[in-house]
């Protein structure tokens, strides 16, 4: 089983979708997600459309890095530009690529339905890629 984390500031919306998708979409793959700066909250459009996905597991939420510092990553994936800038070293060598997205924190639900469809169209290919 390989191991993705996505990375992103708040560890509310894109990251967390992220991590959802690549759960449901990916086989072989665990996906994890945390934020270099983590709001403590789960967006609640996130969840909503997770949940729409079929995606959304109750164990998702928003935490620090230094939550998942110890697991054995084989692909960190920053999805916003703030993580990508502040992205910390891991204990050990792990390739890390940047797909960036919109936040859609603030904005309406449609938002956050089109940031599924360019996950799903972006990210995870890429990530197939990758592994």
């Known amino acids: 089983m390989k191991k993705v984390l996505v990375l992103c500031t708040g560890n509310s919306c894109r990251s967390i979708i992220a991590e959802g998708l690549i759960n449901k979409y990916l086989d072989g793959v665990k996906a994890y997600s945390a934020g270099v700066n983590p709001s403590g909250r789960v967006n609640e459009n996130a969840k909503k459309?997770?949940?729409r996905e079929n995606a959304w597991r109750d164990e998702y939420h928003s935490k620090d890095i230094d939550k998942v510092m110890d697991i054995d990553f084989d692909l960190v994936v920053t999805v916003c530009?703030?993580?990508k800038e502040t992205c910390p070293t891991f204990p050990?060598?792990?390739k890390t690529i940047h797909i960036g997205f919109?936040?859609?924190d603030g904005k309406g639900y449609e938002e956050f339905k089109k940031l599924v469809?360019?996950?799903k169209e972006r990210l995870l290919s890429k990530i197939k890629e990758e592994i």
Request: negative net charge.
């Open 49 to 51: 459309v997770l949940m």
């Open 102 to 104: 919109v936040d859609p």
């Open 92 to 94: 050990k060598k792990v």
């Open 117 to 119: 469809e360019e996950m």
């Open 81 to 83: 530009d703030n993580a």
